[in-house]
Nanobody, 123 residues
Framework: QVQLVESGGGLVQAGGSLRLSCAAS????????LGWFRQVLGKDRECVAA????????YYADSVKGRFTISRDNAKNTVSLQMNSLKPEDTAVYYC????????????????WGQGTQVTVSS
């Protein structure tokens, strides 16, 4: 029903920027809520940002507010995460997720996941 593929990860120095992109396939992409999650080795997965089906509602973790921006382009079936002022603690595997339910920051509500893309921020 929905397939997600992330791209844009890589190695960047602290203070730099990266833009992650998630390409989705599926006829009902525009009806989905979308989220970006990240997982650090040995830590729980956490929601970084989320966006509603219509794009009018967004959520950001306190740790990334003012630095990260989530956006979606329903015409292109993509969701992006612009990451600025990156810090070493942002190092993680980043996952794109989708749901046709309410959405939000809880990973339990998302039932479609990408394979993840590695982001490494060096000091």
């Amino acid at each position: 029903q929905v397939q997600l593929v992330e791209s844009g990860g890589g190695l960047v120095q602290a203070g730099g920027s990266l833009r992650l992109s998630c390409a989705a396939s599926g006829r009902t992409f525009s009806s989905s809520s979308l989220g970006w999650f990240r997982q650090v080795l040995g830590k729980d997965r956490e929601c970084v940002a989320a966006i509603s089906w219509g794009g009018g509602g967004t959520y950001y973790a306190d740790s990334v507010k003012g630095r990260f921006t989530i956006s979606r382009d329903n015409a292109k079936n993509t969701v992006s995460l612009q990451m600025n002022s990156l810090k070493p603690e942002d190092t993680a595997v980043y996952y794109c997720a989708a749901t046709f339910a309410r959405g939000g920051s809880r990973e339990e509500v998302y039932n479609y996941w990408g394979q993840g893309t590695q982001v490494t921020v060096s000091s």
